[in-house]
């Protein structure tokens, strides 16, 4: 594969549900190459009997194994006393979207979610969606700082190696494929894309039975 698409990253190769081909993660997505590598399948293979999307499921496995790496002083937290459930947010300071969700954070604690902050500067190094997360990412107080930063605040910090620290995540959410921000990953490794309402998003976490 890396013969005919140089420049990509592959982390794992294994069967598929597909005889004679194999999955394929590249950049955090899912391929299918033929074993004797001369086809390549993009797309989602459903297995018809339980409507699952196996594709996915194999992608949302990936996120989770990665994501499971990451040490926890690494995520900007805001918390409940005692969380039912956790989310990894990748974020960028400057996405309206993503202060219209920093908005609600009250209401997602409220609803015992934990969310998890990870930088996802979309706009790259060099830009000032990075420069303000490197701020954030050296202050004292990162949840204070990421609060004012995301309400259009100057925010004033430290000396640290934050590029480093923004370099990480920023690579982090490239390895995992994503597209835009916020990219929102349940514990499970699912991702949802985009901003999710409080009521929508806890609707998606509690199971079945808790919403009768």
Known sequence: LTNVV??????AIR????AGVKEVV????????????????QGAIIDLNTRTNLTEASEAGERRIILAAVPAAQKISFAPAKPKYRITVFTD???????KMHEHMAEYNKLGIRVRYLYYPRMGPDSEGWDKAQAVACAANKTDAMTRAKRGESVKSGKC???SIVQRDYELGQ????????????EDGELLAGYVPPAMLIRRLEPPAAQR
């Open 26 to 41: 590249v950049d955090g997505q899912i391929l299918y190459v033929s074993n004797d590598g001369k086809l390549l399948f």
């Open 6 to 11: 140089p420049n990509v990253k592959i982390t």
């Open 175 to 186: 390895e995992i494929g994503l597209r835009g921000t916020p990219a929102i990953i349940l």
């Open 93 to 99: 300071i400057d996405c309206g979207y993503c202060r």
């Open 161 to 163: 190696n934050a590029s």
């Open 15 to 18: 069967p598929s549900p597909l």
